[in-house]
């Protein structure tokens, strides 16, 4: 695997608000945030670009709403906040994709002279998932280091039910498979960027 030199790791949504397991319910991967801090500490000290994109949900309920504690970066995100030697952006949003977040996230990409993304954040069917399809039709180089991601167990339709690990194994098979990103762990990322 190669990483560019100047491929932009993109963080998305690693706010307070996802530990309200009340809210939520069960999720998956309990290594995630381990290795979400691994990619932003080697993003950082090789010099690459960092996006961080926070969302601010509509709903008056949510845990990630504007003015609720649950809307701020988890502490281990915040504090890495403006350490690197590389570009940093803030992105916020109030929908699924980085891409319809503000300030508007294909600009900066392209005027830095990015061509590569590697994601990681939560949720991995949601936020995550729709950057990196979007990111694909974009013509962009998207990563998605799998195991630096995690969602919830979620309700759909017909009483219809999928756990959280069966729900991030649909959207890493949908993504690798479409031809959207390549999906791969933590340690194939940083050992390549590295």
């Not at 309920?61 to 502490?75: I, M, Q, T, V, Y």
């Not at 891409?99 to 949720?123: K, M, N």
């Not at 959207?171 to 990322?189: I, P, Q």
Request: with cysteine; hydrophobic share 40%; proline share 4%.
């Amino acid at each position: 695997m190669e990483i560019a030199k100047n491929a932009a790791l993109v963080v998305v949504d690693v706010q307070k608000g996802f530990d309200e397991t009340g809210f939520w319910g069960p999720r998956n991967n309990p290594g995630a945030d381990g290795n979400i801090a691994a990619l932003i500490d080697t993003w950082q000290a090789t010099g690459r670009p960092v996006v961080f994109v926070r969302h601010d949900s509509v709903e008056p309920r949510s845990p990630l709403r504007p003015g609720h504690e649950g809307n701020g970066f988890k502490d281990y995100v915040e504090q890495r906040r403006g350490k690197g030697a590389g570009h940093e952006l803030l992105v916020t949003k109030s929908v699924n994709s980085a891409f319809y977040g503000t300030p508007d996230l294909d600009a900066w990409l392209r005027a830095e002279g990015v061509s590569q993304i590697v994601l990681t954040g939560i949720q991995t069917n949601l936020c995550v998932e729709t950057t990196a399809r979007m990111g694909g039709n974009l013509g962009y180089d998207v990563v998605v280091a799998y195991d630096a991601t995690h969602t919830f167990d979620l309700s759909g339709p017909f009483g219809w039910r999928g756990s959280a690990d069966e729900l991030g194994r649909a959207s890493a098979v949908s993504l690798h498979g479409d031809g959207f990103a390549r999906v791969v762990l933590t340690k194939e990322v940083v050992d390549a960027a590295g």
